[in-house]
């Protein structure tokens, strides 16, 4: 029976601990959390089989060992499994939504053949284990970030496993990851929040902004409800890639607001159609 460590059982890990329930062999699902209270929650929906406050007792037995937790809180547990007596054979990866300095830190601590970064792309504006679901990951994708002198039968047996969540698994190196991540995921994430304090300071005197805020604002800012703290220690992770966009995004609208004081009706055409035509392209990923 193989026996997998949940390390950080909210969103991510409780989805991931249900969909890897799918798999064709016999499994063992241990969650390991600081508090108690998650843990017991997630057995009695039954996301885990056995929960514990014990890394230990979370590592000592497992084959594989998933990190889920905020990305500076993952650099810190790497720390602490380093000093764990794990399974010669154990695999570690963690679903980090920056992947550079976890990469490194991973592979430094438990080398290549032992460790792969992962990142499985999908979410919720929800948090906690309540909000789990064996579908959160199907058709997303599961970005691996194994380094090069990773062997090809390591990173099999860890496709083998996440197969269970029907996810598609791609590969690339961790720099690529983060350039690409932080255009498509963590600037929307900026842009939002940012629109909603715009629309709050606002609201302050004039309470028909809030009011009237449905359909196209609320879709576009959905993603402003995810978890501040999360989303800290992601741009934080990320500083390096995230600076030179919003320069990018500052020169894309000071764009669109010189064509609007120069009145440029056929260039502000050009400037929703061009972007119209490309987000057409882009092909949906429904679950089901």
């Known amino acids: 029976m193989l026996q997998i460590a949940i390390l950080g059982v909210g969103l991510i890990g409780g989805s991931l601990a249900l969909s890897l329930q799918h798999t064709t062999v016999p499994i063992r699902i241990v969650g390991y959390d600081r508090d108690a209270a998650p843990l017991k929650l997630a057995q009695q929906l039954g996301v885990i089989h056995h929960g514990t406050t014990s890394l230990h007792e979370a590592t000592a037995e497992a084959d594989f060992i998933f990190l889920c937790t905020p990305v500076d809180t993952i650099v810190h547990l790497l720390k602490e499994l380093a000093a764990q007596k794990l399974k010669p054979t154990c695999i570690i990866s963690d679903t980090g939504s920056t992947k550079t300095a976890i990469v490194r830190i991973g592979t430094s601590l438990f080398g290549p053949h032992r460790f792969i970064g992962g990142h499985p792309m999908a979410g919720s504006h929800r948090t906690g284990v309540e909000a789990a679901s064996d579908r959160l990951f199907e058709n997303a994708f599961y970005v691996l970030t194994p380094a090069p002198e990773t062997p090809a039968s390591v990173r099999e047996k ?20 983060d350039r ?7 600037m929307p994430h900026i842009i939002a929040a940012a629109l909603v304090r715009q629309v709050a300071r606002y609201d302050e005197h004039n309470p028909l902004y809030s009011q009237l805020a449905a359909g196209g604002f609320r879709d576009l800012t959905r993603i402003a409800s995810s978890s501040p703290v ?14 030179p966009l919003l320069d990018e995004w ?39």
Request: no cysteine.
């Open 158 to 177: 860890l496709k083998e496993v996440l197969r269970a969540t029907r996810a598609t698994l791609v590969e690339m190196t961790a720099e690529e990851h």
């Open 230 to 243: 999360m989303w800290r220690d992601i741009l934080l992770s990320n500083r390096d890639v995230l600076l």
């Open 180 to 186: 690409v991540v932080g255009l498509i995921s963590h």
């Open 250 to 288: 500052e020169t894309e609208l000071e764009h669109i607001r010189r064509l609007l004081v120069q009145r440029d009706g056929e260039a502000i055409y050009t400037f929703f159609d061009e972007a119209r035509t490309f987000r057409n392209k882009i092909p949906e990923r429904p679950k089901g």
